[in-house]
């Protein structure tokens, strides 16, 4: 090695990456293409020569590397959020109105003429690409990754380094010690065509759009195939960072230009909804022009600190909504009408349509919900429909050409048995609850009665059970699910915990190594949050998070299967009708046989524990009667009389068979005292009602139980907030036990933040928490904190 190579090395690195920034995105070259390459030429001669210069981040290192068995998980410390969306000019205003109450006094007083202040909004079209994050530390491309599921994404660091406009070294100085660039990788529209182009000449297969061809290109597991494809990056935000940033959306995105990075040259700035208004019409008119696909137009509150106050609601931010533009249609032929079975057994209608482009996609195959749709549409099998690709992605029929219309056109008629396990459809009934009485009325889904005897709905449910947000069983998807229910190894989720090593070796496409890691990761499941289980099992109407709430409210598994559904309407968001599905469940024979076998086979629940403080005594006799329904008497008539039986619901059973008390009762009218009387004297009301007070007792909620107020909880009142990786818990454990604690726990460091939880990779909340002086705790002291308070 010798002092020259070595400058004349990094030399050479400086001057092409000069110039890819002015080629691939700057769009001007300031150098012919055989200078160009003369460079590139020699030093890849001079790194030949002396290997042990090459470093990562040389433009020699864009194409090579071995490709990957598979991709690697990447962790997003800071969530990828998805954004809310607007379809209407209405829409748009909604969101700026509740972005100027969210900001309250913080956005300045009007002009002397009355008008208000507007936010200001940084806009820019919203590219139809797939969305990535590029990890920079001391300037130097680590890492890239996907989206995921928003928390949790793929290792694509090799292929993102292949993209010419992505920078491997950021230019200039001044950036943070660690970078988190969050943007789009896309396809241009002549990119996209010179791709299939090729495709076509080689006999290969074309892609149906420029977005699904960037988004395979990226997920290729040899990075070679990822270099020679024409893709393209554009940033539009941050994630993590150590480090000052400009205190404006725009000023980020100026910053990260400076450093070498991709933007759209289309962003701008649009004082109040109005102007920003004018920037998605002015963008939709020229949307054709543009060389590249959009989908809409992406709005965000320029200000950081605003950004900041807004926050988050479940999985969106209240500072940015992406306006889409209106669904594309198309005309074409309904072929024919396909059933579909769905894990919970519904039989689903699904056009097959003669294949015709819609928005740039080829659809053959559109949702039509259900029968009803069905009967609304006047859908028969031979008509000319219209296909709307819904806010450019699901495609449904939304009309039928009735003009059209041949004469040999068949009426669409619901299966009566299930297409795949031959068993006895049926219509669903809805029962509508109301005053102590239930109604029947025809539902507008059709169901197979076969349950997890019919294949389809055992593969769907073992597909939920295994899937990432119930168990995690690593490894197992679709595939392999289908094929282990096919041999009929499998025939209940408990069978999976049953499986032998012999018998899923002898599996086509099994072998010793791959077994062995189907079986680790069986075995790996064998411990999940209660939170997970629940969810795990498929309860209809319960979603991840109403299973977080079942988990957290009652505590334990035993509470979860016993709760009566007026029981479970004490716990928010439980409707009466969410609540009959979780009993109708549990009541199941089966269900109840496979969770015990379950549990046979050593799945061992964590995270349970005795009924959540917020719930202990937080039932009264009030809301006991109101619950009951009784005709003529609503939540006033019930406090009443409540009071007038002693808080005692024997005192309420034995008052309304005593007339003469009855009629000395204040606040009930001649109504709610005939009905008091008429319900009480069914005995099923009166057991009904006591075995609901009963249920209360035994779980702690009941009006005489002990209190345990969050209040009386030592982190009661105070918000806390969790960043970077903790090594000893997940998130959503540490989470848990500071909620078991009384805490708040929020996804934003603000003056209201008690504490910060930093662990390893902390970045923007760390800096937030420094820059507000909130208190900061590193993963020992939370652990020890924790101990220390008994959570």
């Known amino acids: 090695m010798t002092q020259t190579a070595a400058q004349r090395i990094a030399a050479l690195r400086e001057q092409i990456d000069q110039h890819n920034h002015r080629y691939y995105v700057l769009d001007a070259p300031s150098v012919p293409d055989a200078e160009y390459d003369r460079l590139f030429h020699e030093l890849k001669a001079l790194e030949a020569a002396h290997p042990e210069l090459v470093s990562a981040d040389s433009p020699t290192q864009r194409v090579g590397g071995q490709a990957l068995a598979e991709f690697g998980q990447v962790r997003h410390e800071v969530p990828m959020l998805s954004l809310g969306n607007a379809f209407a000019e209405d829409d748009l205003r909604d969101f700026d109105r509740r972005v100027r109450e969210g900001l309250g006094e913080l956005l300045p007083a009007g002009d002397l003429f009355g008008a208000g202040a507007e936010v200001v909004y940084a806009c820019e079209p919203k590219l139809d690409g797939l969305a990535v994050s590029l990890l920079y530390v001391d300037g130097l491309l680590v890492r890239g990754a996907t989206r995921g599921d928003g928390s949790t994404g793929e290792d694509i660091s090799s292929n993102v380094r292949t993209i010419r406009s992505i920078p491997l070294r950021l230019l200039g100085t001044g950036w943070p010690r660690v970078l988190e660039v969050r943007g789009e990788v896309y396809m241009s529209r002549a990119g996209f065509e010179a791709l299939n182009a090729r495709a076509i000449e080689t006999g290969g297969k074309t892609f149906a759009n420029p977005r699904n061809a960037a988004a395979g290109s990226l ?92 926050g988050f609601r479940a999985r969106e931010p209240r500072w940015a909504i992406a306006h889409k533009f209106p669904a594309q249609e198309e005309l074409t032929e309904l072929l024919d009408v396909e059933f579909q079975v769905g894990r919970t057994g519904a039989v689903t209608p699904v056009a097959r349509l003669k294949p015709v482009q819609v928005a740039g996609v080829t659809v053959s195959n559109a949702t039509l919900h259900n029968m009803d749709e069905v009967a609304r549409l006047g859908l028969m099998i031979g008509d000319t429909v219209i296909v709307r690709r819904a806010g450019d992605v699901i495609p449904q029929v939304v009309q039928v050409v009735v003009e059209r219309r041949p004469a040999d056109a068949r009426p669409v008629e619901t299966p009566r048995n299930c297409p795949v396990c031959g068993s006895h459809v049926e219509r669903t009934q809805l029962v509508k609850r109301g005053k102590g009485k239930a109604s029947l009325s025809e539902g507008s889904i059709y169901r ?249 007792r035994a779980f702690g909620m009941h009006w005489q139980s002990e209190k345990k107020r969050v209040a009386d909880l030592p982190l009661a009142g105070q918000t806390w907030v969790l960043t970077g990786t903790l090594e000893a818990m997940s998130r959503d454990e540490g989470k848990a036990r500071l909620e078991a604690l009384g805490a708040k726990v929020a996804g934003s460091v603000s003056a209201k933040t008690h504490c910060v939880v930093a662990g390893p990779g902390a970045g923007s909340k760390l800096a937030r928490a420094g820059e507000l002086g909130v208190a900061v705790l590193d993963e020992a002291a939370f652990l020890a904190r924790l101990a220390q308070l008994g959570g």
């Open 219 to 310: 997920r290729q597991l040899d990075p070679k195939i990822t270099a020679s494809r024409p893709l393209e990056f554009c940033a539009y935000g941050i994630g993590q960072v150590d480090g000052e940033l400009p205190a404006t959306q725009s000023g980020v995105l100026a910053a990260l230009r400076g450093w070498g990075v991709p933007v759209s040259a289309e962003l701008r700035l649009a004082e109040g909804v109005e102007a920003a208004l004018a920037y998605y019409r002015e963008i939709g008119a020229r949307r054709a022009a543009l060389a590249y696909e959009i989908d809409g137009v992406v709005f965000k509150v320029d200000r950081l600190d605003w950004q900041r106050e807004l």
């Open 448 to 696: 197979c009665v076969g349950r997890l005897s019919c294949r389809a709905q055992l593969k769907q449910a073992i597909i939920h059970f295994v899937s990432r947000r119930a168990m995690d069983i690593d490894g197992l998807g679709e595939r392999i699910v289908e094929q282990l229910v096919d041999v009929g190894l499998v025939r209940s989720p408990a069978d999976l915990y049953a499986l032998g090593f012999d018998q899923v070796v002898a599996l086509e496409g099994f072998a010793e190594l791959s077994t062995r890691n189907l079986l680790a990761a069986i075995a790996a499941s064998r411990q999940p949050s209660l939170a997970r289980f629940i969810y795990a099992l498929g309860i209809p109407d319960v979603g991840e998070e109403t299973a977080k709430l079942l988990a957290r409210a009652l505590g334990a598994l035993a509470r979860i299967e016993a709760a009566l559904p007026e029981v479970l309407t004490w716990l928010p968001d439980v409707g009466l009708e969410v609540a009959h599905e979780i009993r109708s469940f549990f009541d199941d024979d089966h269900n109840r046989t496979v969770i015990a076998q379950l549990l046979e086979r050593g799945v061992a629940l964590q995270e349970e524990g005795e009924l959540h403080a917020e719930f202990a005594a937080c039932a009264s006799l009030a809301e006991l009667i109101a619950k009951l329904e009784i005709p003529g008497i609503a939540a006033t008539g019930a406090k009443h009389l409540a009071a007038a039986a002693g808080d005692s619901l024997e005192g309420v059973v034995a008052l309304s068979q005593d007339w003469l008390s009855l009629k000395a009762t204040k606040g009930l009218t001649e109504k709610a005292r005939a009905g008091l009387r008429e319900f009480f004297a069914a005995p099923g009301n009166v057991a009904r009602a006591r075995a609901i007070e009963a249920q209360l």
